[in-house]
């Protein structure tokens, strides 16, 4: 069964650096998604991307987030400069409509130190 | 806005016994509901899904829940849980124009205990 993949699967950075994480959408998927989870609390939406272009973004995900899907095939959350506060689990998914069912990859769990 | 509420945080069984986790959600108009599971070291996956139709839905590994309208409810069952079925259940919301987009409950601990 195809699967959605994301790496790294735990990246450690410091204050105010950029990070990068990565994802693969299942191929044939259309709608791609940023979640993250911060430890011990919900998992929150970040931004849906759709057509090369982001459709819907949360509060959460201000200036120093950006999506991009760069090649057809990765897609991408960027943190410009990273807070203590972004320390969390970062969950990429993706949709073929019209099945309506969200794939989600394993996380990348970053540590903001 | 919509939210999603889970009752309990932690629910500890023994093996064959019955399941109920609760989920209520918040939102006026028509809704996809879906129970999602994340079992140690592993993603999220789809247990089951409601867009339409009958509201006893079933989905992977004898899970089923129920969408019940004038309670805003959607709650999972299971007849007589697993040592297996250990892990984290989440209840999650699609409403509105947003494709897909998903409001998650809090999350439900399940330990089963052999």
């Known amino acids: 069964e195809p699967e959605v993949t994301q790496t790294p699967s735990h990246q450690v950075t410091q204050m105010g650096q950029e990070v990068i994480l990565r994802c693969v959408p299942i191929?044939?998927?259309?709608?791609f998604y940023w979640y993250r989870q911060i430890l011990g609390q919900k998992v929150e939406f970040l931004v849906s991307?759709?057509?090369?272009?982001?459709?819907?973004k949360s509060e959460i995900f201000d200036d120093q987030f950006s999506v991009e899907r760069p090649d057809g095939s990765n897609f991408t959350l960027k943190i410009r400069s990273t807070k203590l506060e972004d320390s969390a689990m970062y969950f990429c998914a993706s949709i073929a409509p019209p099945r309506d069912e969200q794939y989600f990859g394993p996380g990348t769990r970053l540590t903001v130190t | 806005a919509q939210s999603v509420s889970q009752h309990n945080h932690h629910v500890i069984l023994s093996e064959a016994a019955s399941l109920e986790l609760g989920c209520n959600y918040s939102?006026?108009?028509?809704?996809?509901l879906f129970w999602y599971v994340q079992y140690p070291g592993q993603h999220l996956q789809l247990l089951l899904k409601?867009?339409?139709?009958?509201?006893l839905v079933k989905g992977i590994k004898g899970f089923e829940a129920e969408f019940i309208k004038s309670k805003f409810s959607f709650n999972l069952r299971k007849p007589s849980v697993q040592w297996s079925d250990t892990a984290e259940y989440f209840c999650?919301?699609?409403?509105?124009?947003?494709?897909?987009?998903?409001?998650f409950g809090q999350g439900t601990i399940l330990t089963v205990h052999p």
């Open positions: 409601y867009f339409s139709g009958d509201p």
């Open positions: 999650a919301v699609n409403g509105g124009t947003s494709y897909g987009k998903l409001t």
């Open positions: 991307f759709y057509n090369n272009e982001i459709s819907e």
């Open positions: 939102y006026g108009g028509t809704v996809n």
């Open positions: 191929s044939n998927h259309l709608y």
